[in-house]
């Protein structure tokens, strides 16, 4: 057991106890980036000054009526850039546009007395423009040959030979949508400049880092002027990875220019009509099995849908292509990206940063394929599984492996799911208007940032005279836990009760250069850095404590809040330890750091060892879906899901369901539509309010749900033993997904394969019941070697530059 | 009329404050600059119910008064002179928690905390709701019923992006009995606060609570341009989204000429501005097709605050009340200073978003005639199960005996410009024995009806598709009914 995972007796962590704010959550007094602006004087407010066109050329910019409309202070504009006139790190993101990219580009922001004046004022700013052609379907774009950034491969053996040794081949192709966070509380940030020209931001955003060096490269200023604090957010899952950026620099500039705090808050339709979104896809393919039903070849182009910008469009097209595979070997591999340039919002992060899109191209495939080879696509599955000794496509071991196989198992049976199978055949049989089905699918998700660079955190750790404990770290609150479970970190390590160990909020002052908090891979970094900076100060007590206890410092035990030496009666309180360690002038704090080890990863070739670990789940669910309409119901869901050791019980199984509804959202109700006829709306977001977005809401949650944790799933070389959770447990929601789909088959003839689509609306499901009743789905897929080869990078296409996550990150040219 | 007051009065956690901001500045903006940032702006449209907060509202005996949760970010804090509201920072505090507060806060019930203040207080409203009673020692939970009686509808007007629900779930269904001590369930013994006649002005806009009916209309009268509003649920998204700001916005929620239920023997006469959830608690189940309608009307918070008048008078060609109400026959009760004159719902609707109401005039009451036909059913089709817009909404009412359908009503929304009867298909039903060949023959018929058109809702071919299928499926169920294959 490595040092980093082996956890003293009686840890903190491990214990099951709410979320460190809850209280303050539920009487309101937990605060938001938003609810301070009422206790700041003085307050300007910002609004954007939008043109409703999907591609134009802005020709004037006319701000004079806005000026005079009462309570308007101020219009920013490009002029007024000090710096770098850019919101993002790749230097295609203009902060204040010349060119509209997507429909309600903001081109200028106004500062106004209240919020009131703002719109007011921006409603008087005339802005002329000439429109350009557009393109708004991923599917226009690959007509038009419109394209941005890299377009990577993974690859492994010979596809053709693969196809060719195969006895059944198939050929389709599927597009499916992208998903809008909805996180609840919408962007905002609160930017004021103190008396040395310091200026500090309260940002709701998942990288603070990142924030500061934005607003840095735009003001024109080194990284040392700029603090950004984040209190917390209310729900983040990647929208606040790269989208706030330019928010922050917006306030912040207007403070700058008018020595006044400026408050910026996106409304909810702002939020939804600027904001990335997830990337929807497109895939074409072509795949082989042998004869019992074992992949043999994939052949796959995937084309992510990236908006205007690329934003976070590459790392997430690695991703996708990294997770292709998901629990299954397949011996000949070859699967192309690229990313599509439309005109839309700049997609993004997303919980699951492409692993998503990747992963359901191959659950479709199979879900799609398993009734024409006939075999049962949850046997299909099992069959398929990695095994000790496998490699992914890009060359990475796939370690534990069993794991894929214990779970499985684990759901079946407490599951019950063969008799349950037979109540349902019999159900089916008695039911002619209504059907249900269980589908059972895997997870397997890489941990860390596929840029090695990322995998670093940072900690500061104070303990003061009176021995309470304060802790800082890189991490940001979303609502994941991580404060929670930094705090259990501490406390474990310096062995003192909870109660000792207070955290404050994330600050660039307190601990620079922390990477976003994403990727899942929060705990591990930060709690690697908690745990590194406690371990120090632990190491210098136990010096005072052996000399007091006159024991060997190996012979030194910290307790909760106790200091004991072995092998003899002698103890002292923790409190009374820090008091004798101040006065021998012993430092009471240290910054910790963590590096994960043993990562590489080649972007270029697309080959390494990129993740530390995979985390493992499997779900199984029933879905009720009714004839007459095609709506559903989900009965029952049963979740084994792999998060190691778990730090924090209460709170990895709020993840784990919380992600796995959200992940249902994703893949059955929400539905992002985007007006693609030609005319004045070309471009517009048409659900761009949450009364045409619709999230899950009770109706969507299982009526029965059952989560537990994989036993003995002790992580090496991760903190305490524990593994990141917060990503892969959405992607356990392929079972509803699969689960539909089988249950719309129960309409037609056995055998039937069913083409659904994603999100599987309600309608979507009516639709592909009448295939079923017609017994005409099997269009959709084309039988036969060579079937369609899908499209192959072009003479132009580039591969994934070496640090293709970040551009020029971190160089303000202002300086 | 008197003078417009400046400041109005309003009691938020027990302590006076004072509302002095513009007139168009709904509860929720009022309430955080006020520094009570509890209640959250999550979606600006009562969609999220991030906002709620509860307020002290009559209950149905007029003596006793009823917790309500209602969206802050869809009323005009003006409409709020003299009344009790009580904020997540007012159910308890972190040293004390309410026991909603601390339900949520053990079981994971918050995960970002945003959406959290706005679950306890519906969670706290349906706590303190009268006749929440556990169903004995036996009781179980059910999928959307506790066994300490609380309804799961009742959250089915707060969403959360975090949970997926399940721990909010079980902290709903955890909580015990109200204490006797308990001082937010005391207060429900006394009458909740009268509503205040209002007149409030800034910056030149009014907002104005007449205290009689004719005030009302006198008002109306002599300001064309006014808008009346009942429920706000319409005005509050009108104002938030849209930016509509009225000069004047005349309150017709608390009038008592509006707020009648009667009964006699040809009719069911409803207030206009009686709320769905006043309806629905006062009805107790009288008339079926209804009961089915509430629960997928809205959200227990928009049916809190909307009202059957409001509704009807949107002329909204996707609100949920006309289908059911133009199979039920009903008829309005139009008033204005003249007099009032009654006018069959199905006349109506003249356009897209037109009736025959004229300036002037108001929605009095709804009747409905009785007596009540045998078979009725509620069919919304819509994306999400709880809260949701209808793609297409039908309302049905058959008297079918001996086997013959005797009368067919048959009310459409979301397919045209306005609702509408289905008439063509009511006749090709009428006479006709009830078979499913009949049936057949009719859905084929109904499947014509309306231009329903494409949008992100649903295709115009769906659309058409649920016409034809919905009159299947309510075939299918009254037969299952009555145990005929």
């Known amino acids: 057991m490595s040092y980093l995972s082996e956890r003293p007796t009686k840890p903190v962590v491990g214990e099951t106890i709410p979320h460190e704010s809850s209280a303050l959550h539920v009487t309101g007094k937990a605060l938001y980036t938003d609810d301070l602006v009422g206790r700041t004087k003085d307050v300007l407010h910002a609004y954007p000054v939008r043109v409703d066109q999907a591609h134009a050329k802005v020709t004037r910019l006319d701000t004079s009526q806005a000026l005079t409309v009462p309570g308007v202070v101020r219009v920013l504009t490009g002029d007024d850039v000090p710096g770098v006139n850019d919101a993002g790190v790749h230097h295609d993101e203009p902060l204040f546009p010349t060119e509209v990219m997507y429909f309600g580009h903001a081109v200028a922001w106004v500062l106004g007395e209240t919020l009131e004046a703002a719109r007011l004022g921006s409603a008087a700013v005339k802005v002329d423009f000439e429109p350009l052609p557009s393109l708004v379907r991923v599917t226009e774009a690959i007509e038009a040959g419109s394209y941005q950034g890299a377009q990577p491969t993974v690859a492994r053996g010979n596809v053709d030979e693969g196809l060719d040794r195969s006895e059944h081949v198939f050929t389709g192709t599927f597009e499916f949508a992208g998903q809008e966070h909805f996180y609840l509380e919408t962007q905002a940030a609160l930017a004021q400049v103190d008396e040395n020209g310091q200026i500090f931001i309260q940002s709701s955003t998942q990288h603070p880092t990142e924030t500061q060096d934005i607003v840095s490269h735009v003001l024109g200023l080194p990284a040392h002027c700029v603090t950004v604090q984040c209190l917390r957010m209310g729900g983040g899952f990647g929208g606040k990875e790269m989208q706030p950026h330019g928010y922050a620099a917006i306030a912040a500039l207007g403070a700058t220019l008018t020595g006044r705090p400026v408050r910026l808050r996106l409304n909810r339709t702002q939020d939804l009509t600027m904001c990335g979104k997830r990337h929807g896809f497109h895939a074409e393919w072509r795949v082989g099995f042998s004869s019992d039903g074992y992949l043999e070849a994939l052949d796959a182009t995937l084309t992510a849908d990236g908006g205007w910008s690329i934003d976070l469009s590459e790392p997430v097209l690695a991703r996708a292509l990294c997770h292709i595979d998901n629990a299954y070997w397949i011996p000949d591999v070859r699967v192309h990206g690229r990313i599509a340039k439309t005109n839309k919002t700049s997609q993004t992060a997303f919980r699951g940063f492409g692993g998503p899109q990747g992963m359901l191209v191959l659950e479709d495939i199979l879900g799609r394929c398993a009734p024409l080879l006939g075999i049962d696509p949850a046997e299909l599955r099992r069959r398929n599984f990695y095994t000790e000794g496998q490699e992914t496509p890009y060359g990475m071991p796939v370690r534990h492996p069993d794991r894929l196989e214990t779970a499985w198992s684990q759901v079946l049976s407490s599951g019950d799911i063969s008799r349950r199978q037979a109540d349902i055949s019999a159900f089916n049989a008695a039911h002619e208007d209504t059907k249900r089905a269980i589908a059972i699918t895997p997870v397997k998700f890489g941990i860390s940032f596929n840029l090695t660079a990322f995998n670093q955190g940072g900690a500061l750790v104070l303990v003061y005279k009176d021995g309470s404990v304060l802790i800082n770290h890189g991490g940001t609150e979303m609502g994941q836990g991580l404060h929670t479970k930094m705090m259990q970190v501490a406390a474990t390590t310096l062995g003192v009760p909870l109660s000792t160990v207070r955290l404050a909020p994330t600050r660039t002052d307190k601990v620079p250069n922390a990477s976003a908090t994403a990727a899942s891979s929060g705990t591990d970094l930060n709690g690697g850095a908690v745990k590194n900076a406690c371990d120090q100060i632990r190491e210098r007590l136990t010096v005072v404590a052996a000399g007091r206890l006159g024991v060997p410092a190996h012979d030194v035990r910290f307790e909760q809040g106790n200091v004991i030496g072995l092998g003899t009666d002698e103890q002292m309180t923790w409190e009374e330890l820090i008091n004798i360690a101040y006065f021998q002038r012993i430092q009471l704090s240290a910054s910790g750091f963590y590096r994960t080890e043993g990562l590489h990863w080649d972007a270029t070739t697309m080959k390494g060892t990129p993740f530390k670990y995979f985390a493992y789940g499997v779900a199984a669910t029933e879905v009720e879906v009714d004839g007459f309409t095609g709506a559903y119901r ?125 999100p599987a609306t309600p309608e979507a499901v009516y639709w592909a019941i009448e295939q079923a009743r017609d017994a005409r789905a099997d269009g959709h897929l084309t039988q036969g070697f060579p079937g369609e080869v899908p499209a192959q990078p072009g003479p132009d296409a580039r591969p994934m530059l070496a640090n293709a996550e970040r551009g020029q990150y971190g160089v303000p040219s202002g300086v | 009329m008197t003078e417009a007051a400046t400041a109005l009065d309003v009691t938020v956690n027990g302590q006076a404050r004072e509302f002095t901001d513009a007139a168009h500045t709904n509860l929720l903006d009022w309430l955080r600059s006020e520094g009570l940032t509890g209640a959250k702006e999550g979606c600006a449209e009562g969609e999220c119910g991030a906002c709620s907060v509860l307020v002290a509202r009559p209950d149905s005996d007029g003596d006793t008064t009823r917790w309500t949760a209602l969206n802050a970010c869809l009323v005009p804090a003006a409409a709020f002179a003299g009344q009790e509201i009580i904020t997540a920072e007012g159910l308890g505090s972190p040293e004390a928690l309410h026991p909603v507060q601390q339900e949520m806060a053990v079981r994971g019930g918050s995960q970002c905390g945003y959406c959290t203040p706005g679950f306890v207080c519906s969670m706290a409203a349906e706590y303190y709701r009268p006749g929440r009673t556990a169903c004995g020692p036996e009781a179980v939970d059910e999928p959307e019923h506790g066994a300490n009686g609380f309804d799961l509808h009742s959250l089915s007007g707060n969403l959360c992006r975090c949970t997926g629900y399940r721990p909010i779930r079980d902290a709903a269904y955890a909580l015990g009995d109200v204490p006797d001590d308990d001082p937010l369930g005391a207060r429900c013994n006394g009458p909740a606060p009268a509503a205040s006649p209002t007149s409030y002005e800034a910056d030149g806009r009014r907002f104005v609570r007449p205290a009689t009916l004719t005030e009302a209309l006198t008002v109306l009268r002599d300001n064309p341009d006014a808008v009346p509003v009942a429920g706000c649920t319409d005005w509050g998204v009108d104002v938030n989204i849209k930016s509509a700001r009225a000069d004047l916005v005349i ?19 409803l207030g206009a501005a009686l709320t769905l959830s006043e309806i629905e608690q006062r009805l107790d189940g009288r008339i079926p097709l209804l009961d089915q309608l509430f629960p997928q009307f809205a959200s227990r918070l928009i049916r809190n605050g909307a009202t059957i008048g409001g509704n009807l008078g949107t002329g909204s060609p996707i609100g949920d009340t006309p289908p059911a109400l133009l199979a039920l026959d009903a008829e309005l009760v139009l008033v204005g200073l003249d007099g009032t004159r009654v006018v069959p719902l199905a006349d109506y609707f003249t356009g897209y978003r037109q009736t025959v109401r004229a300036p002037g005039e108001l929605i009095q009451s709804v009747r409905i005639p009785l007596p009540l036909a045998g078979i009725t059913a509620f069919h919304k089709i819509a994306k999400r199960r709880f809260d949701d817009i209808s793609s297409v909404a039908i309302g049905y009412a058959f008297d079918v005996a001996d086997g013959v359908v005797r009368k067919a009503r048959i009310g459409l929304g979301g397919v045209a410009a306005t609702p509408l009867r289905a008439t063509a298909v009511e006749a090709a039903l009428e006479g006709k024995p009830w078979t499913a060949d009949t049936v057949r023959a009719a859905a084929a018929l109904l499947q014509e009806e309306g231009t329903p058109m494409d949008d992100h809702r649903a295709s115009s071919k769906y659309r058409r598709a649920m016409l034809g299928t919905s009159l299947r499926k309510i075939y299918a169920e009254s037969t299952a009914k009555e145990g005929v294959a």
């Open chain 1, 634 to 758: 989900t009965r029952r869901v049963d979740i084994v899901h792999d998060v190691g050791d778990s730090l924090s019980p209460l709170i990895d199984l709020g993840q784990i369901e919380g992600g796995f509804v959200q992940g249902a959202g994703w893949l059955t109700l929400e539905d992002l539509r985007w007006d693609d006829r030609d005319g004045p709306t070309r471009g517009r977001l048409s659900t761009q309010a949450a009364s045409t977005y619709k999230l899950p809401s009770f109706s969507e949650m299982p009526e029965v749900f059952n989560v537990e944790l994989l036993d003995k799933a002790h992580e090496e070389g991760a903190v305490y033993g524990s593994k990141a959770v917060g990503e892969p447990p959405l992607m356990l929601a392929f079972s509803v997904r699969e689960a539909l789909r089988q249950a719309a088959a129960a309409f037609g003839p056995e055998g039937t394969s069913i083409d659904l689509a994603s």
């Open chain 2, 251 to 269: 309150g017709l929620d608390r009038l008592p000429e509006l707020r009648g239920i009667e009964e006699t023997e040809t009719y069911v006469e």
